[in-house]
């Protein structure tokens, strides 16, 4: 039995329908299944003018779902990966920052809840945060919140 060929349209809808996703990650995805380029393109511009693929949605939702666990540095990485850039990247930075600090605070006392008996212990700490794409200020900030806390 042959097996039944999927159009790009129903591909693309089908992908979206699962989750968001962002108009350079729905291309690669469609680009497999293509005969031609201009396909995509012609594909990507009527799905966002029926608003069906929108970056300002996908932006949201990634940073809905990456916000409890990563810092500012992380997310934006990822959002420009996915060609998200310009104003809305600007715009997305600037509400991260407001709650950069609290964010760090609260991954640091679910990762570790108590205060650092000594250096190498509270570099640890410290390195995690980095890691997880929080800046020096919100680390610093998360650190002193947690020896606060204790007195």
């Known amino acids: 039995m042959a097996a039944l060929k999927v159009s790009l349209k129903a591909r693309a809808l089908r992908y979206l329908s699962m989750r968001e996703h962002s108009r350079a990650e729905l291309a690669r995805k469609l680009a497999r299944h293509a005969e031609a380029a201009d396909d995509i393109e012609l594909l990507l511009d009527f799905l966002e003018a029926q608003n069906w693929l929108s970056q300002t949605r996908f932006s949201e939702v990634l940073v809905t779902r990456r916000a409890a666990r990563y810092g500012n540095s992380r997310i934006l990485s990822e959002l420009q990966s996915h060609g998200i850039a310009g104003d809305a990247l600007a715009e997305i930075k600037t509400e991260l920052a407001a709650d950069e ?14 205060v650092a008996a000594d250096p190498t212990e509270r570099a640890r700490q410290m390195r995690f945060l980095q890691q997880r794409g929080f800046s ?9 919140g947690a020896v606060d806390s204790d007195d």
Request: positive net charge.
């Open 101 to 114: 600090v609290a964010r760090a605070c609260a991954v640091w006392h679910k990762k570790f809840g108590t």
């Open 136 to 144: 020096q200020r919100a680390i610093r900030a998360a650190m002193r």
